[in-house]
C-alpha cells in the first residue's frame, strides 16, 4: 500500500529518489520546492534532505548510485569537494569550481554541473535590463562569489569589483578566476574605506554574498546587520540595483536600506528557486518545470519557520 505523503505523490515500491546532500541539511527549503514541483509534474520520485558528514561524502554517492538515485543536489561544505569524486565536471562547474547538481551518467558515475549561475542570472535577466558594459560591485569572496562573477561575465558587465576583508581570500577567490573573468578587480574591505565607496558609487549592480544579515535562530541580532556601513550605504548610487543572496529576512537590512536610497532590491528566494528548477530539467530532461509551484511551497515553507521562529 502507498503512504500519502503531505508534498509528493502516493509513495510506492516504484517511486524514486532524488535529494540535497549537505551537513546540516535538515533547514534546507530544496525538498519542499522539489516536492511540489514533481507533484506537478506527476512525477514518480521523492526528494530528501540527506545529512552526509565530510567523511562519508565518497560512500554516499557511490551507495546512491547504486541505489539508482536520480539526481542530487550539494550544499554546504561539500560543493567543492564533491568535484573531485565526479567522473566528469560540466565546463561551467569547472570553471566555477564548485558543484551544486549531480547527474548520473550513462555509463556510471556522475556528472557535476552547477545551476547556481543559472538561479543567480534569472532575476537579473527577467527584469529585461541589459547589463552589457555594466558596472558591479561584489561584496565578499567566499563559496557564492565564484558562481556570481561566472554570471556577471556572462552578463558582459564591463567592470567588477570584489571586495573582501581578508587578503589572502581575496587572493584565493581571485587567482584562479583571473583567466576567464577579464574584468576582474579585487577590493580590500576595511571599514570607511574610500576605494569601496567610490566603487559603490560607480556601480550599477551591488551584489552581497555575505552572510552578514541573514536571520540566525541562535543569535536575535544576526537579522538587523548591513553588510555596508551608513558611510557606504550613503555612496549607493539611487537607480542603481542592490541584489542580496540572502533570503532570510525578506527583506534584509541592506535591502531596507538600498530602497530608502531609491536603489531597485532583489533578494536571494529567486535564486534558490531557480538553481532547483534548473537541476530539475537536468535530472528529468524536461524542457518545462512548475517554477511557480516552487516559488510557492519556498514562500509557504518560510512563513511557517518564521512563525515557529516568533513562537
Ligand atoms: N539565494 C541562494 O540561492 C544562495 C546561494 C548561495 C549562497 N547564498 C547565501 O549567500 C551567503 C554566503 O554564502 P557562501 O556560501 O558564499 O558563504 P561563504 O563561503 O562562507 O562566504 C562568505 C563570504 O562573506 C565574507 N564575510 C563574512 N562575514 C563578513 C563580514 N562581517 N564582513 C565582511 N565579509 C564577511 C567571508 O569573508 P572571509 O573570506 O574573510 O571569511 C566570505 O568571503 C549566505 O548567506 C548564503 O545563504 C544564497
Same mark, same amino acid.
Given at each position: 500500500?502507498?503512504?500519502?505523503?503531505?508534498?509528493?505523490?502516493?509513495?510506492?515500491?516504484?517511486?524514486?529518489?532524488?535529494?540535497?546532500?549537505?551537513?546540516?541539511?535538515?533547514?534546507?527549503?530544496?525538498?519542499?520546492?522539489?516536492?511540489?514541483?514533481?507533484?506537478?509534474?506527476?512525477?514518480?520520485?521523492?526528494?530528501?534532505?540527506?545529512?552526509?558528514?565530510?567523511?562519508?561524502?565518497?560512500?554516499?554517492?557511490?551507495?546512491?548510485?547504486?541505489?539508482?538515485?536520480?539526481?542530487?543536489?550539494?550544499?554546504?561544505?561539500?560543493?567543492?569537494?564533491?568535484?573531485?569524486?565526479?567522473?566528469?565536471?560540466?565546463?561551467?562547474?569547472?570553471?566555477?569550481?564548485?558543484?551544486?547538481?549531480?547527474?548520473?551518467?550513462?555509463?556510471?558515475?556522475?556528472?557535476?554541473?552547477?545551476?547556481?549561475?543559472?538561479?543567480?542570472?534569472?532575476?537579473?535577466?527577467?527584469?529585461?535590463?541589459?547589463?552589457?558594459?555594466?558596472?558591479?560591485?561584489? /561584496?565578499?569572496?567566499?563559496?557564492?562569489?565564484?558562481?556570481?562573477?561566472?554570471?556577471?561575465?556572462?552578463?558582459?558587465?564591463?567592470?567588477?569589483?570584489?571586495?573582501?576583508?581578508?587578503?589572502?581570500?581575496?587572493?584565493?577567490?581571485?587567482?584562479?578566476?583571473?583567466?576567464?573573468?577579464?574584468?576582474?578587480?579585487?577590493?580590500?574591505?576595511?571599514?570607511?574605506?574610500?576605494?569601496?565607496?567610490?566603487?559603490?558609487?560607480?556601480?550599477?549592480?551591488?551584489?552581497?554574498?555575505?552572510?552578514?544579515?541573514?536571520?540566525?535562530?541562535?543569535?536575535?541580532?544576526?537579522?538587523?546587520?548591513?553588510?555596508?556601513?551608513?558611510?557606504?550605504?550613503?555612496?549607493?548610487?539611487?537607480?542603481?540595483?542592490?541584489?542580496?543572496?540572502?533570503?532570510?529576512?525578506?527583506?534584509?537590512?541592506?535591502?531596507?536600506?538600498?530602497?530608502?536610497?531609491?536603489?531597485?532590491? /532583489?533578494?536571494?528566494?529567486?535564486?534558490?528557486? $531557480?538553481?532547483?528548477?534548473?537541476?530539475?530539467?537536468?535530472?528529468?530532461?524536461?524542457?518545462?518545470?512548475?517554477?511557480?509551484?516552487?516559488?510557492?511551497?519556498?514562500? $509557504?515553507?518560510?512563513?511557517?519557520?518564521?512563525?515557529?521562529?516568533?513562537?
Amino acid at each position: 500500500m502507498a503512504l500519502v505523503s503531505r508534498f509528493a505523490q502516493p509513495i510506492s515500491g516504484s517511486t524514486s529518489l532524488v535529494g540535497v546532500l549537505g551537513d546540516p541539511v535538515r533547514h534546507s527549503l530544496s525538498p519542499v520546492m522539489h516536492n511540489a514541483a514533481l507533484k506537478g509534474l506527476g512525477l514518480d520520485w521523492v526528494y530528501l534532505a540527506l545529512p552526509t558528514p565530510a567523511e562519508h561524502l565518497g560512500e554516499v554517492l557511490r551507495g546512491l548510485e547504486a541505489m539508482d538515485c536520480r539526481g542530487l543536489n550539494v550544499t554546504l561544505p561539500h560543493k567543492q569537494a564533491v568535484a573531485a569524486l565526479c567522473r566528469e565536471l560540466s565546463p561551467l562547474a569547472e570553471r566555477v569550481g564548485a558543484v551544486n547538481t549531480l547527474v548520473r551518467l550513462p555509463n556510471g558515475g556522475w556528472l557535476g554541473d552547477n545551476t547556481d549561475v543559472e538561479g543567480f542570472l534569472a532575476p537579473l535577466r527577467a527584469g529585461g535590463s541589459s547589463w552589457q558594459g555594466q558596472r558591479a560591485v561584489v /561584496l565578499g569572496c567566499g563559496g557564492s562569489a565564484r558562481a556570481v562573477i561566472a554570471g556577471l561575465v556572462e552578463l558582459g558587465c564591463a567592470a567588477i569589483q570584489v571586495a573582501g576583508r581578508s587578503s589572502a581570500h581575496l587572493e584565493a577567490l581571485l587567482a584562479p578566476c583571473r583567466s576567464w573573468a577579464k574584468p576582474l578587480q579585487g577590493l580590500q574591505w576595511t571599514p570607511s574605506n574610500r576605494a569601496l565607496q567610490n566603487a559603490l558609487a560607480d556601480a550599477d549592480l551591488v551584489v552581497n554574498t555575505t552572510p552578514v544579515g541573514m536571520a540566525s535562530a541562535t543569535d536575535p541580532d544576526a537579522a538587523r546587520r548591513c553588510p555596508l556601513s551608513p558611510g557606504d550605504l550613503e555612496t549607493l548610487r539611487p537607480g542603481s540595483t542592490v541584489y542580496d543572496l540572502i533570503y532570510t529576512p525578506r527583506p534584509t537590512a541592506l535591502l531596507q536600506n538600498a530602497s530608502a536610497r531609491g536603489c531597485q532590491s /532583489l533578494d536571494g528566494l529567486e535564486m534558490l528557486v $531557480q538553481q532547483g528548477a534548473a537541476s530539475l530539467r537536468l535530472w528529468s530532461g524536461l524542457a518545462e518545470v512548475p517554477v511557480t509551484a516552487m516559488r510557492q511551497a519556498a514562500l $509557504q515553507q518560510l512563513k511557517i519557520e518564521i512563525k515557529q521562529g516568533e513562537s
